[in-house]
């Protein structure tokens, strides 16, 4: 008679211990009844998201028992992956007993959302069929799997023992929220067996009333060395007073189109700590837009939110770029260190990972989902959040979160678009109310027309006519290109005739770009003039410096606004000949073009035509080129994705959703020792140096003119999702231009 084999839930880890199948589900169950405790004073839906994510969790292994999964969990025999597809038996079972929708996050949590209909909810709909395609695995799942139901009963001696009826038509957003909380509960138990734990659960709390004291004692400080005499310190030092005190709005979302350099960084912050102690929201996020540096903010986050006696790293968790790894091996190593969670108290994360997690389908990034319920939310910047045809449903999923899931959100922008206000939008919020009250923006806008001035230049620019121009304006200088090709370009040219440059783009280093800052604010401290510095958009966000002059290529009004906010940021009054030149670039000389960029150029290009010689930019610029650019750049697009996220089809709404192109989201590093390290990592199921891997990474466009300088070494990861390897640089690389030192290093070598 055959021998019976033991039901494990994982392996042998590097100690020599089995995990036993029933240890595994309890902590998995465990975990779930944590999450929803954490969840359930915010949550919508109440002990039903409770009840699916637990049932979920009760079967989402019962595959395990099949026999010859049996055999390699216990090292009888050799295979890279189990033999027999796991998580399909538990979803045979559930919807046996009629809970399709536990049944879709069973059938998903390792290949993550598919396409689904839940009217037709057999096992092979709630499946890929690109990803599996295999009939024989559905049938031996009907045939075995109350069985195996049996049998996990007899060793699972906890379930949930309340009976409720299915729910139909439940947003998509509730099925992520319930698939992260699965996700998260296997990856994280799976992890303690293995002794791979980096992002440990997190007992620190927001304690928003005592950070609100710090962040006063941090403002009531710049204040008293600031010269109180200026108009713009006063106004700044009154919005913060006002946001510290203003009351939650009722419907939970709110703007603040304070202009460039009144504080937004702190007076939102403020405003967002009163709400949550009101509220008794349990985090705080910010979110940046995907061209900014967040460094800057997070140092001022380190000195004005975080306590005395606590180390900031415990207390603000920052999630910049989009690596994250899925399962290396058959039964499931997940190394924690490479999926970044959203534990901590204060998130500072970016537009593309925040927005492109709501809206995702694959497991490795709805994992941090259900840390998101019960948050206050900036997003800095909102005119940049999303690109146009993604905004409809983007806005749709942050209602969603206000309306669910107990978030207040507050909308940022100095160059604030009021895409809130139009017909395609929502009907829900015709009118936001706003921080920066008519009084303020009436005393802004006499300060901001003596700030600076706009001129736009008619002829196209090549290097030479580029270089000459930016020299005959006096210093410090910025130069703000499109492209990383463009600022690399000219920056290579003109350091190469010996004129003293920065230059800073997403081509170089984490760790380089912070050195290249430290320089630049350096050079403004001491108050050097004869210097230029180079950059693309990544420089229009976040980033407190100011020149005396400043040159911009073309581009959305926004975003000539944004780059207007760096000059005579302070509007010092001895500066009153400060201006921001526009200009086209001439092609032919080294200049690329980004055709995403098209529509918003030639809105831009319309309106100038109306100014002659100097000129202002005001707020109604803004909202009439937004309006113009969105009215082609959805009307088709918009209600194609919220019918698609509607219909539940998670998987085209995860892969279209992209809020950078997928042209430049690679993420590469050069060091080869650090690339041995991650792979000898990834491999053993050991920690990937998560915070190096961060210092030295960069991005790469997956072009063409790259391919032979990359080489993938993530390589088990999703084929398409390309944009989350990790790949290594063959080519030439310095800390002036990074990896565009392999294209135009030789002019100034």
Same mark, same amino acid.
């Given at each position: 008679?055959?021998?019976?084999?033991?039901?494990?839930?994982?392996?042998?880890?590097?100690?020599?211990?089995?995990?036993?199948?029933?240890?595994?589900?309890?902590?998995?169950?465990?975990?779930?009844?944590?999450?929803?405790?954490?969840?359930?004073?915010?949550?919508?839906?109440?002990?039903?998201?409770?009840?699916?994510?637990?049932?979920?969790?009760?079967?989402?292994?019962?595959?395990?028992?099949?026999?010859?999964?049996?055999?390699?969990?216990?090292?009888?025999?050799?295979?890279?992956?189990?033999?027999?597809?796991?998580?399909?038996?538990?979803?045979?079972?559930?919807?046996?007993?009629?809970?399709?929708?536990?049944?879709?996050?069973?059938?998903?949590?390792?290949?993550?959302?598919?396409?689904?209909?839940?009217?037709?909810?057999?096992?092979?709909?709630?499946?890929?069929?690109?990803?599996?395609?295999?009939?024989?695995?559905?049938?031996?799942?009907?045939?075995?799997?109350?069985?195996?139901?049996?049998?996990?009963?007899?060793?699972?001696?906890?379930?949930?023992?309340?009976?409720?009826?299915?729910?139909?038509?439940?947003?998509?957003?509730?099925?992520?929220?319930?698939?992260?909380?699965?996700?998260?509960?296997?990856?994280?138990?799976?992890?303690?067996?293995?002794?791979?734990?980096?992002?440990?659960?997190?007992?620190?709390?927001?304690?928003?009333?005592?950070?609100?004291?710090?962040?006063?004692?941090?403002?009531?400080?710049?204040?008293?060395?600031?010269?109180?005499?200026?108009?713009?310190?006063?106004?700044?030092?009154?919005?913060?007073?006002?946001?510290?005190?203003?009351?939650?709005?009722?419907?939970?979302?709110?703007?603040?189109?304070?202009?460039?350099?009144?504080?937004?960084?702190?007076?939102?912050?403020?405003?967002?700590?009163?709400?949550?102690?009101?509220?008794?929201?349990?985090?705080?996020?910010?979110?940046?837009?995907?061209?900014?540096?967040?460094?800057?903010?997070?140092?001022?986050?380190?000195?004005?939110?975080?306590?005395?006696?606590?180390?900031?790293?415990?207390?603000?968790?920052?999630?910049?770029?989009?690596?994250?790894?899925?399962?290396?091996?058959?039964?499931?190593?997940?190394?924690?260190?490479?999926?970044?969670?959203?534990?901590?108290?204060?998130?500072?994360?970016?537009?593309?990972?925040?927005?492109? $997690?709501?809206?995702?389908?694959? #497991? @490795?990034?709805?994992?941090?989902?259900? !840390?998101?319920?019960?948050?206050? *939310? %900036?997003?800095?910047?909102?005119?940049?959040?999303?690109?146009?045809?993604?905004?409809?449903?983007?806005?749709?999923?942050?209602?969603?979160?206000?309306?669910?899931?107990?978030?207040?959100?507050?909308?940022?922008?100095?160059?604030?678009?009021?895409?809130?206000?139009?017909?395609?939008?929502?009907?829900?919020?015709?009118?936001?109310?706003?921080?920066?009250?008519?009084?303020?923006?009436?005393?802004?806008?006499?300060?901001?027309?003596?700030?600076?001035?706009?001129?736009?230049?008619?002829?196209?620019?090549?290097?030479?006519?580029?270089?000459?121009?930016?020299?005959?304006?006096?210093?410090?200088?910025?130069?703000?290109?499109?492209?990383?090709?463009?600022?690399?370009?000219?920056?290579?040219?003109?350091?190469?005739?010996?004129? $003293?440059?920065?230059?800073?783009? #997403? @081509?170089?280093?984490?760790?380089?770009? !912070?050195?290249?800052?430290?320089? *630049? %604010?350096?050079?403004?401290?001491?108050?050097?003039?004869?210097?230029?510095?180079?950059?693309?958009?990544?420089?229009?966000?976040?980033?407190?410096?100011?020149?005396?002059?400043?040159?911009?290529?073309?581009?959305?009004?926004?975003?000539?606004?944004?780059?207007?906010?760096?000059?005579?940021?302070?509007?010092?009054?001895?500066?009153?000949?400060?201006?921001?030149?526009?200009?086209?670039?001439?092609?032919?000389?080294?200049?690329?073009?980004?055709?995403?960029?098209?529509?918003?150029?030639?809105?831009?290009?319309?309106?100038?035509?109306?100014?002659?010689?100097?000129?202002?930019?005001?707020?109604?610029?803004?909202?009439?080129?937004?309006?113009?650019?969105?009215?082609?750049?959805?009307?088709?697009?918009?209600?194609?994705?919220?019918?698609?996220?509607?219909?539940?089809?998670?998987?085209?709404?995860?892969?279209?959703?992209?809020?950078?192109?997928?042209?430049?989201?690679?993420?590469?590093?050069?060091?080869?020792?650090?690339?041995?390290?991650?792979?000898?990592?990834?491999?053993?199921?050991?920690?990937?140096?998560?915070?190096?891997?961060?210092?030295?990474?960069?991005?790469?466009?997956?072009?063409?003119?790259?391919?032979?300088?990359?080489?993938?070494?993530?390589?088990?990861?999703?084929?398409?999702?390309?944009?989350?390897?990790?790949?290594?640089?063959?080519?030439?690389?310095?800390?002036?231009?990074?990896?565009?030192?392999?294209?135009?290093?030789?002019?100034?070598?």
């Amino acid at each position: 008679m055959k021998k019976k084999l033991r039901a494990l839930g994982h392996s042998k880890n590097k100690q020599g211990k089995e995990q036993l199948y029933e240890e595994h589900i309890d902590g998995v169950c465990t975990r779930i009844d944590g999450y929803y405790h954490e969840m359930k004073p915010y949550c919508r839906y109440g002990s039903y998201l409770h009840y699916t994510a637990a049932i979920a969790g009760d079967v989402h292994d019962l595959g395990k028992l099949h026999e010859k999964n049996k055999e390699v969990l216990q090292g009888l025999k050799k295979a890279l992956a189990l033999p027999f597809h796991h998580s399909d038996a538990g979803a045979s079972t559930l919807i046996k007993k009629g809970f399709k929708n536990a049944a879709l996050l069973v059938a998903s949590h390792h290949k993550g959302l598919c396409n689904f209909l839940l009217k037709d909810c057999k096992l092979r709909n709630i499946r890929d069929k690109t990803d599996y395609g295999n009939t024989t695995v559905e049938k031996v799942s009907d045939r075995y799997a109350l069985t195996w139901y049996k049998e996990h009963r007899g060793l699972v001696k906890s379930s949930p023992k309340k009976l409720m009826k299915d729910k139909k038509s439940l947003p998509s957003l509730f099925y992520r929220m319930a698939l992260s909380m699965l996700v998260d509960a296997d990856h994280s138990d799976t992890g303690d067996h293995y002794e791979n734990i980096v992002a440990e659960e997190q007992n620190f709390k927001l304690r928003p009333l005592e950070r609100l004291k710090v962040l006063d004692r941090y403002v009531k400080g710049k204040w008293s060395a600031c010269n109180k005499k200026l108009a713009l310190n006063k106004l700044r030092n009154d919005l913060y007073k006002y946001c510290r005190h203003h009351i939650p709005f009722p419907k939970n979302k709110g703007v603040c189109g304070a202009g460039t350099g009144l504080g937004k960084t702190t007076s939102i912050p403020a405003h967002l700590l009163l709400v949550a102690a009101k509220r008794k929201s349990r985090k705080m996020f910010y979110v940046g837009p995907f061209t900014n540096l967040l460094n800057q903010t997070v140092e001022v986050f380190k000195k004005a939110l975080v306590l005395p006696g606590e180390n900031p790293d415990d207390i603000i968790g920052v999630h910049h770029h989009r690596v994250e790894y899925n399962l290396t091996k058959y039964e499931g190593i997940y190394n924690m260190a490479a999926t970044k969670l959203w534990r901590h108290p204060i998130t500072v994360t970016t537009a593309v990972q925040f927005f492109e $997690t709501l809206a995702s389908c694959r #497991t @490795s990034r709805l994992r941090k989902l259900h !840390e998101l319920p019960g948050s206050v *939310i %900036f997003i800095d910047e909102s005119h940049t959040m999303l690109p146009d045809h993604l905004l409809a449903l983007g806005y749709e999923l942050l209602l969603e979160l206000v309306r669910d899931w107990g978030c207040y959100v507050i909308f940022g922008s100095g160059t604030q678009t009021d895409f809130w206000r139009m017909k395609r939008f929502s009907p829900d919020c015709k009118d936001i109310p706003d921080l920066f009250t008519r009084e303020f923006a009436k005393k802004y806008s006499k300060i901001e027309d003596t700030r600076i001035k706009y001129s736009a230049i008619k002829k196209k620019l090549d290097r030479r006519a580029l270089e000459k121009a930016v020299l005959t304006v006096p210093g410090p200088r910025l130069v703000v290109l499109n492209t990383v090709n463009n600022a690399a370009c000219i920056a290579s040219y003109m350091r190469g005739r010996g004129h $003293t440059v920065e230059h800073l783009s #997403t @081509s170089m280093r984490y760790d380089d770009i !912070e050195k290249t800052l430290k320089r *630049i %604010f350096n050079r403004l401290k001491k108050k050097q003039k004869n210097w230029t510095l180079v950059a693309t958009a990544i420089i229009e966000a976040g980033m407190d410096f100011s020149f005396m002059n400043g040159f911009r290529e073309i581009n959305s009004i926004n975003s000539i606004g944004q780059t207007g906010g760096r000059v005579n940021r302070e509007c010092n009054p001895k500066n009153t000949k400060s201006r921001l030149y526009i200009f086209e670039t001439d092609q032919n000389d080294g200049f690329n073009e980004n055709y995403n960029f098209r529509l918003r150029v030639q809105i831009a290009k319309d309106e100038f035509k109306k100014f002659r010689g100097l000129f202002n930019i005001r707020p109604e610029h803004f909202v009439r080129a937004f309006k113009k650019s969105v009215l082609e750049a959805i009307a088709f697009n918009k209600d194609e994705y919220i019918k698609k996220e509607k219909a539940t089809q998670f998987r085209d709404v995860g892969n279209e959703f992209n809020v950078i192109d997928n042209e430049g989201a690679l993420t590469a590093i050069q060091d080869v020792k650090l690339i041995r390290s991650v792979r000898k990592a990834m491999a053993e199921g050991e920690r990937i140096p998560w915070r190096e891997v961060h210092k030295q990474c960069f991005r790469i466009t997956g072009s063409k003119k790259t391919e032979q300088y990359r080489e993938g070494v993530t390589g088990n990861l999703d084929p398409n999702q390309e944009s989350e390897q990790l790949y290594l640089w063959k080519g030439a690389y310095d800390d002036f231009l990074g990896y565009y030192a392999q294209f135009y290093g030789h002019y100034y070598k």
